[in-house]
């Protein structure tokens, strides 16, 4: 069982920059893949970037050149750095942990809001 919680989500303005945080719990924190999905209103939900446990990483079309997932095992924690952000960024994350394309466990999201 792994306990996912979101936190630095918010509104920004266009041009800004957030970071993303997620604590992870329950689990060998080191050992599992991490990533992040997004979903914005009335869209599908979209995969933004992922890290393995041995730190590569893999970014989503979108998130490319702008973003930067990392992890500190020793907090048990994964972050998002965004930066450059665009209203079409507008949504709400997601941390999940499973492979990249099959989550096992989820978070409960963070809305981050890009706007002037």
């Known amino acids: 069982q792994v306990q996912l919680v979101e936190s630095g989500g918010g509104l920004v303005q266009p041009g800004g920059s957030l970071r993303l945080s997620c604590a992870a719990s329950?689990?060998?924190?080191?050992?599992?893949?991490m990533g992040w999905y997004r979903q914005a209103p009335g869209k599908q939900r979209e995969w933004v970037a992922f890290?393995?446990?041995?730190?590569?990483?893999a970014y989503g079309d979108s998130a490319k050149g702008r973003f930067t997932i990392s992890r500190d095992n020793a907090k048990n924690t994964v972050y998002l750095q965004m930066n450059s952000l665009k209203p079409e960024d507008t949504a709400v994350y997601y941390c999940?942990?499973?492979?990249?394309?099959?989550?096992?466990?989820w978070g409960q999201g963070t809305q981050v809001t890009v706007s002037s």
């Open positions: 999940y942990s499973g492979r990249r394309t099959a989550a096992d466990y």
């Open positions: 329950g689990s060998i924190f080191s050992s599992k893949d």
């Open positions: 890290i393995f446990s041995g730190g590569l990483t």
